[in-house]
């Protein structure tokens, strides 16, 4: 009651019933937001033992209104806080048949105003309100739909109880979701969620409040800068962003192409540019993406204007992937893998690949995957190759029959993350093993229990010292929502499993201290240590 009244949240957050009685018995109550005079006495009064527990008496004398507040109120207010404290505990009043039509409800401002005053009182007379980043929370482009709700879960102490996984340091709830069509992004401590309606949340990443809802923009986001961006949702061949300060949207001049048949336009980003394919003007649904010829273009978001766009041949992909590191554009067909100078779009060299690799029963997305950075790009499919970033040449790679003939014609290898010396990938859709990035030594290897999945993975996110796998789009239905994998010890740290008992994709976001978490329409923030 008290810590509710200081801070207007409960010590063990919210949520399902079993989730906070879990909490209690496990985790410590979150005192960070109680101002300080009263944490001691709040987290005595929570202690796990019966035993370690203040008496009654005790507590009163630790909020009994002395010291230095207390002996200077007047003494008509002392007077009154002593007859508010004599009634707590006291029988209730008798009830009414029903309350007046308008009648005042409980709410924290009346807690803040009755019996908790004695304790406020006598820890140092804190005033406690509502924060000003609190009441600016809601001055946005649009104020964020009824059915949202951030809620603080728990303590969010990094490593959880006895080593274990941390706790949700908050969690929020919307109209949200990931996957193929859907991608988040962190800009500058704003989580970009995408939501049904062509919609956009802005989250705040420290505290978990909505700050904006942004309309107009396709759902699969690339950071770039201060914004977001993606594909606008009207038929002018449009990109759209959203700045994650604000969420003020704006749109680009018609580019000369049609996003239409797209999932994803737009594929990579650098500090300033945004990389996307288009096919020709007026191609809508309907026509067939292996009819139309397509175009891929830079599009400055500084400048706001376009870069440089090339003419490309049809294909019946219905995505584009690529990468861009230090100056160089990657972009990846079905057959071959092209570099382009990032700032003038001029060819650099081409990779022709051993064999197609296109997943036919997810809209024609390629099952391949590239990453680029440390001077390399490496492209997973069946096999793995790695190869200069200048020059195209190869630095190594991996014949897909190396896993064994059983696996023979699958897509083994998913998404890279490289990260120094070394290059950490994807296996089967959920297993990781890192190798030398110029030697391909494997450095070590761990496997996730369960069957395989197979399929395009994202990269393996690096963050707090622990590498987390990642499973592909469209194998939802996981049992745990991320598993940490020691970087010192190459061991599973800890497992986050999941809360939902439904299927739904997964997608990770990290900044240094912090691991985000969205899966269904639930979005959680794990401390990292």
Same mark, same amino acid.
């Given at each position: 009651?008290?810590?509710?009244?200081?801070?207007?949240?409960?010590?063990?957050?919210?949520?399902?019933?079993?989730?906070?009685?879990?909490?209690?018995?496990?985790?410590?109550?979150?005192?960070?937001?109680?101002?300080?005079?009263?944490?001691?006495?709040?987290?005595?009064?929570?202690?796990?033992?019966?035993?370690?527990?203040?008496?009654?008496?005790?507590?009163?004398?630790?909020?009994?209104?002395?010291?230095?507040?207390?002996?200077?109120?007047?003494?008509?207010?002392?007077?009154?806080?002593?007859?508010?404290?004599?009634?707590? *505990?006291?029988?209730?009043?008798?009830?009414?048949?029903?309350?007046?039509?308008?009648?005042?409800?409980?709410?924290?401002?009346?807690?803040?105003?009755?019996?908790?005053?004695?304790?406020?009182?006598?820890?140092?007379?804190?005033?406690?309100?509502?924060?000003?980043?609190?009441?600016?929370?809601?001055?946005?482009?649009?104020?964020?739909?009824?059915?949202?709700?951030?809620?603080?879960?728990?303590?969010?102490?990094?490593?959880?109880?006895?080593?274990?996984?941390?706790?949700?340091?908050?969690?929020?709830?919307?109209?949200?979701?990931?996957?193929?069509?859907?991608?988040?992004?962190?800009?500058?401590?704003?989580?970009?969620?995408?939501?049904?309606?062509?919609?956009?949340? *802005?989250?705040?990443?420290?505290?978990?409040?909505?700050?904006?809802?942004?309309?107009?923009?396709?759902?699969?986001?690339?950071?770039?800068?201060?914004?977001?961006?993606?594909?606008?949702?009207?038929?002018?061949?449009?990109?759209? *962003?959203?700045?994650?300060?604000?969420?003020?949207?704006?749109?680009?001049?018609?580019?000369?192409?049609?996003?239409?048949?797209?999932?994803?336009?737009?594929?990579?980003?650098?500090?300033?540019?945004?990389?996307?394919?288009?096919?020709?003007?007026?191609?809508?649904?309907?026509?067939?993406?292996?009819?139309?010829?397509?175009?891929?273009?830079?599009?400055?978001?500084?400048?706001?204007?376009?870069?440089?766009?090339?003419?490309?041949?049809?294909?019946?992909?219905?995505?584009?992937?690529?990468?861009?590191?230090?100056?160089?554009?990657?972009?990846?067909?079905?057959?071959?893998?092209?570099?382009?100078?990032?700032?003038?779009?001029?060819?650099?060299?081409?990779?022709?690949?051993?064999?197609?690799?296109?997943?036919?029963?997810?809209?024609?997305?390629?099952?391949?995957?590239?990453?680029?950075?440390?001077?390399?790009?490496?492209?997973?499919?069946?096999?793995?190759?790695?190869?200069?970033?200048?020059?195209?040449?190869?630095?190594?790679?991996?014949?897909?029959?190396?896993?064994?003939?059983?696996?023979?014609?699958?897509?083994?290898?998913?998404?890279?993350?490289?990260?120094?010396?070394?290059?950490?990938?994807?296996?089967?859709?959920?297993?990781?093993?890192?190798?030398?990035?110029?030697?391909?030594?494997?450095?070590?290897?761990?496997?996730?229990?369960?069957?395989?999945?197979?399929?395009?993975?994202?990269?393996?996110?690096?963050?707090?010292?622990?590498?987390?796998?990642?499973?592909?789009?469209?194998?939802?239905?996981?049992?745990?929502?991320?598993?940490?994998?020691?970087?010192?010890?190459?061991?599973?740290?800890?497992?986050?499993?999941?809360?939902?008992?439904?299927?739904?994709?997964?997608?990770?976001?990290?900044?240094?201290?912090?691991?985000?978490?969205?899966?269904?329409?639930?979005?959680?923030?794990?401390?990292?240590?």
């Amino acid at each position: 009651m008290l810590t509710y009244t200081a801070c207007g949240r409960p010590p063990f957050g919210e949520g399902r019933p079993a989730e906070v009685l879990y909490r209690i018995t496990h985790q410590d109550p979150e005192l960070e937001a109680v101002p300080e005079e009263l944490r001691p006495l709040l987290a005595d009064c929570l202690a796990k033992e019966p035993g370690a527990r203040p008496t009654a008496a005790a507590v009163a004398e630790r909020a009994g209104g002395q010291g230095w507040f207390g002996d200077r109120l007047p003494a008509p207010v002392l007077a009154d806080i002593a007859a508010r404290t004599a009634r707590i *505990g006291g029988p209730p009043p008798p009830r009414t048949a029903s309350a007046p039509p308008g009648s005042a409800r409980l709410t924290r401002r009346r807690l803040l105003t009755g019996a908790a005053a004695v304790a406020l009182a006598g820890a140092g007379g804190a005033v406690w309100a509502t924060r000003p980043e609190e009441q600016r929370a809601g001055r946005t482009a649009k104020a964020p739909e009824p059915g949202a709700s951030p809620s603080r879960t728990g303590a969010g102490r990094p490593g959880g109880p006895l080593g274990g996984p941390p706790g949700a340091r908050w969690e929020y709830r919307a109209d949200v979701n990931v996957g193929t069509r859907r991608v988040a992004a962190l800009v500058d401590g704003t989580l970009l969620v995408p939501a049904s309606d062509n919609q956009v949340h *802005g989250i705040d990443a420290r505290r978990g409040a909505p700050r904006w809802t942004a309309e107009g923009i396709g759902g699969h986001l690339r950071a770039c800068g201060t914004a977001a961006v993606g594909r606008g949702t009207g038929p002018s061949g449009r990109l759209a *962003g959203v700045e994650a300060s604000d969420g003020r949207v704006w749109f680009s001049a018609p580019l000369g192409v049609s996003f239409a048949l797209l999932l994803a336009p737009v594929f990579a980003a650098d500090t300033r540019t945004v990389y996307a394919m288009g096919h020709r003007p007026g191609a809508g649904y309907g026509d067939k993406p292996q009819d139309l010829e397509r175009h891929l273009l830079a599009y400055d978001l500084a400048a706001r204007r376009l870069r440089w766009r090339r003419r490309l041949p049809p294909s019946d992909a219905e995505g584009a992937v690529g990468a861009v590191a230090e100056g160089v554009l990657l972009f990846l067909e079905n057959d071959a893998v092209t570099a382009y100078r990032a700032d003038s779009g001029a060819p650099m060299w081409r990779r022709a690949l051993a064999a197609t690799a296109l997943d036919r029963r997810y809209d024609e997305l390629t099952d391949r995957t590239v990453a680029a950075g440390h001077g390399v790009a490496v492209i997973g499919g069946r096999g793995c190759l790695c190869v200069d970033l200048r020059t195209g040449r190869t630095r190594w790679s991996v014949d897909p029959e190396e896993l064994g003939t059983e696996l023979k014609g699958h897509v083994m290898y998913g998404g890279s993350t490289i990260a120094g010396s070394a290059v950490y990938v994807t296996i089967v859709g959920q297993d990781l093993v890192a190798v030398g990035r110029d030697d391909k030594k494997r450095l070590w290897s761990w496997e996730r229990p369960g069957t395989l999945s197979g399929g395009a993975s994202p990269p393996p996110l690096l963050a707090g010292g622990y590498v987390f796998p990642q499973t592909g789009n469209g194998l939802g239905g996981a049992p745990e929502d991320a598993v940490a994998v020691d970087l010192r010890t190459h061991r599973t740290a800890w497992t986050l499993k999941s809360v939902d008992s439904e299927p739904a994709d997964v997608q990770l976001l990290a900044d240094p201290r912090t691991l985000y978490v969205l899966r269904g329409n639930r979005l959680r923030a794990h401390p990292l240590p």
